[in-house]
Nanobody, 121 residues
């Protein structure tokens, strides 16, 4: 049974920081690109950051560059996203995504239930 579980969301003031965590179980973690998406009320879900299965490369949305950092530890089946200098427009539900990119895992796609991040001014 595959489970993708996010944690670390909450309420923070403008300029503050949060660290989101995502633990994936039931999959061979090293075979998956891991990504963070977010969805604000009334808006479509958007990609925030992603990291390759071996952790060698990362990709960020323009809105996240310079403020957010994605990282992973394959031994712990965990991906994190450090979010600094948070802005009100970062308020959203943040989702962790696992996408298979190796062998029989290719094309598998799993989502977490989301964690709420609220940035207040």
């Amino acid at each position: 049974q595959v489970q993708v579980v996010e944690s670390g969301g909450g309420l923070v003031q403008t300029g503050g920081s949060l660290r989101l965590s995502c633990v994936a179980s039931g999959i061979t973690f090293s075979g998956y690109v891991m990504s963070w998406y977010r969805q604000a009320p009334g808006k479509e879900r958007e990609l925030v950051a992603s990291i390759t299965n071996d952790g060698s490369s990362t990709n960020y949305a323009d809105s996240a560059k310079g403020r957010f950092t994605i990282s992973r530890d394959n031994a712990k089946s965990t991906v994190w996203m450090q979010m600094n200098n948070l802005k009100s427009e970062d308020t959203a539900v943040y989702y962790c995504n696992a996408r298979g990119v190796r062998g029989l895992m290719w094309g598998n796609n799993y989502w977490g239930q989301g964690t709420q991040v609220t940035v207040s001014s």
